[in-house]
């Protein structure tokens, strides 16, 4: 599996940006995670491979959005309203194990490259 982040840049506080992770291969459970400078990889958000369940780090809650497009083998995070700490690389992950935890990076098999987002103040 090979996944690749883009869309990342330099944006202003309460503006907008679309992350993208385009993979190869099936369908899998993905999630966003980030890294900030000095700081541990974290996670963000996750959709199982249906699309159907989503989950979110409380810092992102009712900010960002993951969807995905299987017939693009593609998973965005729409991320709005955002914030000068949100700044940090961010990569996409797929997990192929059901059952377990979306919020683990031990639970994820494959991670692409990171997109630097910035935001400033």
């Known amino acids: 599996v090979q996944l690749q982040a883009s869309g990342g840049g330099l944006v202003q506080a309460g503006g907008s940006l679309r992350l993208s992770c385009a993979a190869s291969g099936r369908s899998y459970h993905m999630g966003w995670f980030r890294q900030a400078p000095g700081k541990e990889r974290e996670f963000v958000a996750a959709i199982d491979w249906s699309g159907s369940t989503t989950t979110y780090a409380d810092s992102v809650k009712g900010r960002f959005i993951i969807y995905r497009d299987d017939a693009k083998n593609a998973v965005y995070l729409q991320m709005n309203s955002l914030k000068p700490e949100d700044t940090a690389v961010y990569c996409c992950?797929?997990?192929?194990?059901?059952?377990?935890?979306?919020?683990?990076?031990?639970?994820?098999?494959?991670w692409g490259q990171g997109t630097q987002v910035t935001v400033s103040s």
């Open positions: 992950a797929a997990r192929t194990k059901f059952g377990t935890s979306p919020e683990q990076l031990e639970s994820y098999d494959y």
